[in-house]
């Protein structure tokens, strides 16, 4: 007859508590040595019990071995720590892991290397934590191949796409010219004249030709007006027998006026009132005869300013000089009344000192 022989396991080696703030992978080191003590243990209970057990071996004997097996298996897994999320879960092997080689009930069980392949878990050990895919997968998400060709093709296109063209800078306006006719003017005219007169005291069918001048001194007050005063003068012979001399002279007051303003053209039509008078003088008498009264004169004339652009670019004015056309009359007092009137082409010489 077989005797039952009850084997008793050796107590389980109490391991050290890791440390609360142990690196994950030491952690994890520590869970794969306890679930191979765990796995060494419960195949020498496995190899110990007999192959065909009888009932006496199932009794109190065998109950408390199988007892005292699975009470060491949930210490061990309580003490070994769940690999944290952090930590890279181990890949599982696709064949099983090989079963430990029986060892004889003295023997202790050595640990598994520590750059092995960790052993499945027992029955009793906790399942490893997944590590979390939502990471990885949002991490290795593909990209959008319609936004990767837009962020390739977009560098191309925008250098394909041309610039706009600068717009030209607007063109500088011209200088404005600075006016001519501007400012206090002085000249005179000088120039031939014909003169016809009447007196009383002896006739004079024929005209009196001579010269004249006139003297000018005014203010360009608008662009287009002027006022000033004028003194003018005229000699005059009749070369006809008997001879005759005509002198006259007036004091008026006279206004220019400048129709060509805006565009600066400096042609003025000029007019003005006054008192004058004069006498008649005939060879081989001793008197004389007369008139005198209200005196009006009409002018047009057309300046020219040679070099006043080169030496004043900046400033109005400028030395003129242009003809002049004009007429002075000498009105009568009554109907039949001794008068004069005179037509004269002449040279008008004069200064402005712009304003």
Not at 268 to 293: H, K, N, P, V, Y
């Amino acid at each position: 007859m077989l005797s039952a022989v009850t084997f008793v396991p050796a107590p389980p080696r109490r391991l050290a508590p890791a440390p609360a703030l142990a690196p994950a992978r030491r952690a994890w080191r520590l869970g794969s040595s306890a679930s191979a003590v765990v796995l060494a243990l419960t195949a020498n209970v496995a190899t110990a019990a007999p192959a065909t057990p009888s009932r006496a071996t199932t009794g109190a004997g065998g109950t408390s071995v199988l007892a005292a097996g699975s009470r060491a298996s949930r210490l061990l897994a309580a003490a070994s720590p769940a690999p944290s999320v952090s930590s890279p879960a181990p890949a599982p092997s696709d064949s099983p892991p090989s079963a430990p080689a029986a060892s004889s009930p003295g023997s202790a069980a050595a640990p598994a290397a520590p750059g092995g392949s960790p052993p499945a878990p027992a029955e009793g050990a906790p399942a490893p934590v997944p590590a979390d895919s939502s990471s990885a997968d949002a991490e290795a998400a593909p990209e959008d191949s319609a936004q990767s060709e837009r962020k390739i093709d977009g560098p191309a296109e925008a250098a394909a796409v041309d610039a706009p063209a600068e717009a030209p800078p607007p063109p500088r306006p011209a200088p404005e010219k600075p006016p001519r006719v501007d400012g206090t003017y002085v000249g005179g005219t000088i120039g031939p004249g014909i003169s016809f007169a009447r007196v009383n005291d002896f006739p004079t069918p024929n005209p009196f030709v001579g010269g004249g001048a006139t003297l000018r001194v005014g203010e360009v007050i608008y662009p287009w007006l002027s006022i000033g005063v004028e003194i003018s003068g005229n000699l005059a012979y009749r070369s006809a027998d008997p001879r005759q001399r005509l002198l006259q002279g007036a004091f008026l007051v006279d206004f220019g006026f400048y129709p060509g303003a805006k565009k600066q053209i400096p042609l003025s039509l000029r007019a003005g009132f006054g008192a004058g008078g004069g006498a008649i003088r005939e060879a081989r008498r001793q008197d004389r005869s007369g008139f005198g009264g209200a005196v009006f004169t009409a002018a047009v004339r057309y300046e020219f300013f040679p070099g006043a652009a080169k030496r004043r670019p900046k400033r109005g004015g400028g030395f003129s000089i242009g003809p002049e056309l004009g007429w002075i009359g000498f009105m009568p007092a009554a109907k039949g009344r001794p008068m004069s009137h005179t037509v004269y082409l002449g040279l008008y010489v004069g200064f402005y000192f712009g304003s």
